[in-house]
């Protein structure tokens, strides 16, 4: 259906009318029952079902587009001895295409990926307790660990906004029954003052795996192929030990800098290397808490931090845009 | 913490690795190093060390690592001390038994205390600890050395009866050795001699009863205490010191000997004096660790981690650390970690030992986890929103993300929360401004449209998916909701029957929209929605630009709008109109281009195109506008 073309021709025939006879003429031509616009309508029914809707749509601007040149034509021979003619409403603007919002978009690459792998996804509260937000990863009470995160309470000291996306992973670990491999991003909390570079809204993303012989070389396997999957085959990664308290053993995961390819840059603070996340094979306390038996289980987890990331893929310099602040989509970028 | 080269090597004669190399090397097993600088002719590695590895605070942990990474002998400083024996005891007293685990303490007279000499300030300075005399700062270059804080009182003004105690609410307050006041709370962990608090044990020395250069008495201290409590006291007082970073951790009571004999030989060496009491010494039999036998199959290492590491690697690695190593049958050895390492406590820590010194990078990154696929454990309404949203997508909406926290002057409640749902507040949010968690993602799409508003954004149209929170009944509960908002209610209305239609749901007879500032809004419950699917619809993505990282902006400013009146002596076609004109300018300024007027004079067209300029100044959208449209740039 060519409806610009329809509503172009519409448009001249309805400026060159002089009378009224000749708009009625023209109005039954467009509008009428057997007219232009309705035999497009009755077209609509051959087209395939994912173009129906938008033709309708689109026919039905066009038709009220008509209406509007009409009336206003209308106007216009109401008023004798007025040759020109008055400006006609006529907005148009190209389709405005919707868009997903980059931490969306990032993290469903990332998912793709786990997808290819087997992994399903998953969820959990984000307003959750010390149990599973802490206790259940290894850290009790007062462990200096618990420094590595500032937390923001509802209800001190048991009620809280989760932290980390391993409270996910110890709701998963506690409900559902091995074997069986997540992948999951999810928004987290840290009581920090809100600025361009720190916020105390982020996001993780996290996977976990528990099977009968998962091993180390998985964990880092599964990564590499990850990370390649979203830089190249070029990109370099680099895995050190780390301590984490749910995990044991534990990893650091860097990669080689993007700006400088691991000279040493302002981007990665002149190390070379930029700090990707943690990981490591699941603490046998941990599945034990969540009823596993360790000895005949193994897992591993994973967590990356996505909001820098997106910053980076995305040029944006002030974190408070990823959330409710400047972000905005150009309307019909091709 | 800081390490010296010239410092370490002195531990490790036969240290020869390059600096980038032994930086490269600590990173991967453990010890990530965060920064190095060269200052004069000394070389400073900061490492971050893992909070589990409180013997690496000082440099003797980190040395004992590197020793086995290289396989190097590690050699102990020589500790010069004269027989002290036939003393008078000093008449110190731990009350708090409980949180004490371990005290040595010596009073040294006739002390000729001075400035320090230039290698001890030297090595201050490099960790960034200023330098007051010879005898405080031996002192600190123990605690860095060996990683075990230690203090020393002058003992004219403390007296020699010190007693470690937990407050009991007779002082109510203290003054540091900087003067700073700290008011006291019950509970505290302080040393005092009865009548006043001479330090908070394990953080912070007092004003009135320190070291300088006119001491000639001095009672030297190290201690260990009950983790906890050192911590606790840190975090409630908010003090926070070299001394207290190490203590709140475990350290190892059975070094302090070596440490305390080494200060006080230093001390003899360095400021004279003469040893004046016998050595106290509180280690009872209780708080002694007890060694811990752990398990251990020299094949663990390698299942853990999934190559071959040859078993008797994984023995000599124990052996290095320090582990008493013994064979109790084919494939099971009994392993005593050693006091300094109270991290090494089950069989996997061990494992971990061996493998980051057999080293992660050798593990092979082209074996992925195996791509079986097992059962699908995703949750339906994960299912659902992936489908709700790429559905609102189609139909030209934006996804926003927004803060679930508000301001009490943000709040709504979604019309689907039970009428008794109470609204949910944190406690110690420091952005205090943003008390209050969201219960109704209209909070957030308000806030949204009025950012957008401000940016002069046109054709605002946008949703967001996301958890709401609220309480019944005291009891904290969150829901999944889709907020909606668009610039005409009548076409919200109607995009929302065709999202209903494409879920394939029958649309409610009635769609209730909220007026907005500029807009329309509506909200839905979508952990009740789901329940109304009998299966959810694969809905992919049909309309999307091909660079979705070009399309999302970070708007610095303003859009600027400018109108240009073009005249033809043809009709144009807008589509084509706007594509010609749009190819004249330069995407990174350009956010739109629209008809927004047509005017027919005989046979004149006359179009209206107004052109959204963004990222960019009002005046350099001016100067584009007159270089794309000519005079026909109307401003």
Known sequence: MNLEKTLTAANKEISAVKTASDLEKVRIKFLGRAGLVNQLFKTIKDLPPEEKKDAGQELNLVKNKIEALISRQEKQLDKPGKTSKKPVKFYYALPKLGHLHPITITAEEISTFFKSLGFSTYEGPEIETDEYCFRRLNVPTNHPARDMQDTIYIRKPEILLRTQASAIETRLLEKETPPFKAAFAARVYRNEKVNKSNHFIFHHYQAVAVDKDITLKDLIGTLDALFKKLYGDEVVVRYRCKYYPEVEPGLGLDIACFACHGQGCSLCKGVGWIEMGGAGIIHPRVLSMAGIDPKIWHGFAFGLGLDRWVMAKYQIGDIRTLLGGNLAYKPNQP | MKIIYSEIKKLLPGLNQPVKKLVQDLTLIGHFVDGLEEEGNSVVISLEVKQNRADCLGYWGVAKDLAVLYNLNLEEPKIDLPN????????????????????????????????????????????????????????????????????????????DNLIWETNQGKFDHFASFDGTKIALEKGTLQISNGKEVLSLAGIVGGQNFGVSLNTKEAIVEMAIYHPT???????????????SIRLEKQLDPELVPTAFNHLISLILKHCQGKVASSIFNYYPKEKKLSPHTINFNPKGPATIAGVNIDEGFSLKTLKSLGCLVNQKEKNSWLVVPPSLRPDLELEEDLAEEVIRFWGYQNIPTDQPISAEILPNITPQILHFIEAAQNILVNLGYDEIRSWPLIKKSQFLKAHFLPEEAKAIYTQ??????????????????????????KLKIPQRRFFEIGKIFYQNEEQPQERWSLGIFDQSAKKLIRKMKQFYHDLGIKPPEKISIVKADGGAMMEIDLNQLVKNLSRIPKITITKSPQRVDQAAQELTGQIVDLDANLIFSQEKDPRELIEEYQAKFDPDILWQLVVLDFYQEEKVYKYTLRAFYYNCSAKVAKKTHREVFGNLGAE
Not at chain 2, 100 to 110: D, E, G, L, S, W
Not at chain 2, 230 to 238: A, C, E, H, P
Request: a positive charge; aromatic letters at 6%; one cysteine or more.
């Open chain 2, 84 to 159: 002290i024996t036939g003393q008078k005891a000093l008449p110190i007293r731990i009350e708090a038994q409980k949180q004490v685990t371990r005290v040595m303490a010596v009073k040294i007279n006739h002390l000729n205390n001075q400035p320090s000499p230039k290698w001890l300030k030297t090595i201050l300075s490099l960790h960034d600890i200023n330098s007051i005399n010879t005898l405080v700062d031996l002192t600190n270059y123990i605690m860095l050395l060996w990683g075990i804080p230690n203090h020393a009182f002058d003992a004219r003004k403390s007296t």
């Open chain 2, 229 to 243: 409590r050192v911590r606790l006291d840190s975090k409630s007082l908010k003090v926070v010191t070299e001394a």
């Open chain 2, 428 to 453: 110690n949010n420091i952005n205090d401004h943003y008390p209050l968690m969201r219960a109704s993602i209209c909070s957030s799409l308000k806030i949204q449209n009025r950012q957008y508003q």
